[in-house]
């Protein structure tokens, strides 16, 4: 029905958006490097998502300073 065609038209949407803001925020190999590891940690330990924004804000700042 047409909440379907919402719902598939509202997946498509964020899979070009998120695409879109993955290939301006992953502008370098360490930028990659630290998504790909905070990601992991955040699938298999299940650390909190407010502790990776965190470390990645710290880790950032770091290292472009």
């Known amino acids: 029905s047409i909440l379907d065609g919402l719902n598939a038209a509202s997946l498509a949407i964020m899979f070009v ?3 879109q803001l993955s290939i301006g925020a992953l502008s370098d190999w360490f930028a990659a490097a630290m998504a790909l590891f905070y990601l992991g940690l955040l699938l298999v330990w299940k650390v909190n998502s407010t502790l990776l924004v965190c470390l990645g804000v710290l880790s950032g700042v770091l290292l472009y300073r």
């Open 17 to 19: 958006v998120t695409t």
